[in-house]
């Protein structure tokens, strides 16, 4: 099981001031980058309204909204994270091994569909449309996982099964959309193009509660991680806190898929980090999580607008950058740290 957190670990307030310090400059870079280069000098004075004109109107209307929303899609994938982790006793496990994301996607490739545009791409349907999808894989997940023995394991083979599937359908529906195929793109390969301040307003209240729900499970969760029986001991129903997690976990994801399309990694990688840095403990890892989280998809969305104007090819889908950067990142993690593994 976990390993006791050794005296040569930061203290956690250190690890959270700095965490948040890097989630700041990421914001500010973030902020600072695109096809009108400003200085982060530039975009304080903006925010500050000491500055006008096409300025503003770049950093307040286009940048702001997105930069805010990468934040907030990052935290809520690096919670559901590390809900999905601990529900399944997996180091590998994340949400969209679950066929949560591909639900979602699916679920919102109908949309586009059958719907006419305007409401296809109403940020309300959008919505809507992404949770029912991710729930209904995931109701499908927990009952071909409960046919087959109920375990976490099984959970995970059933997600891989789900998924499966739903990656072709969604393979075919986007043959089925050809003309509809460029707005479709966006959530296949996960973007924050289309980010709009209505966007922030509808997640954080989402992500806001997910957050706090998860904090309040936090002794359950630890209890939980630790193994059934000392679940069962501690006063905790396995099978029901399990349920909870990826339900919460499953509300976050398919949420963040509604306004940004699959975005991989982030929900692998993270936790792992966290755990490295604060320790085991839920109530630490679950707040970690999301700062990291924040920043690292933040990093990345700038990254992809970075490189997108190096190649000459306006952005990068940041689904894409995520998968660079998490790939290789959570290959040296497993080398690194397999065999001292906190699980």
Known sequence: MARKSGTSR?????????????????????????????KPLDVLRVLLGREGGPARS?????????????????????????????????????????????????ATGLAILTL?????????????????????????VLLLARLAGGSPTSLILAGIAVSS???????????????????????????????????????????????????????????????????????VDPERMRRTAVALAALATAVSVGVAGVIGFVGLVVPHMSRFLAGIGHRRTLVLSAVLGGALLCMADAA??????????GELPVGAVTALIGAPFFAFLLVRFGRRSQW
């Open 10 to 38: 930061p203290g956690f307030l250190v690890v959270l001031s700095f965490s948040l310090m890097v989630l700041l400059i990421a914001m500010v870079v973030s902020l600072s980058t695109g096809s009108a280069g400003y």
């Open 58 to 106: 770049i950093v307040w209307g286009i940048r702001l909204p997105r930069t805010l929303l990468s934040v907030l899609v990052g935290a809520a994938l690096g919670i559901s994270g590390v809900l999905v982790q601990t529900a399944t006793r997996n180091p590998l496990a994340e949400p969209y091994l679950l066929g949560i994301s591909s639900g979602a996607l699916v």
């Open 116 to 140: 006419p545009a305007g409401l296809a791409f109403s940020t309300w349907i959008t919505l809507t449309v992404s949770f029912a999808g991710g729930l209904a894989a995931f109701l499908v």
């Open 165 to 235: 599937f739903l990656s072709g359908t969604t393979i075919l529906l986007s043959l089925l959309v050809q003309s509809k195929l460029g707005s479709f793109i966006i959530w296949l390969l996960g973007s924050f193009l289309t980010a709009t301040m209505d966007q922030v307003k509808l997640i954080l209240p989402v992500v806001a509660g997910v957050t706090a729900a998860s904090l309040a499970l936090a002794g359950r969760l630890d209890l939980l991680l630790m193994g059934d029986e000392v679940a069962v001991q501690g006063g």
């Open 304 to 313: 992809s607008r970075a490189a997108g104007r190096i190649l000459l090819l």
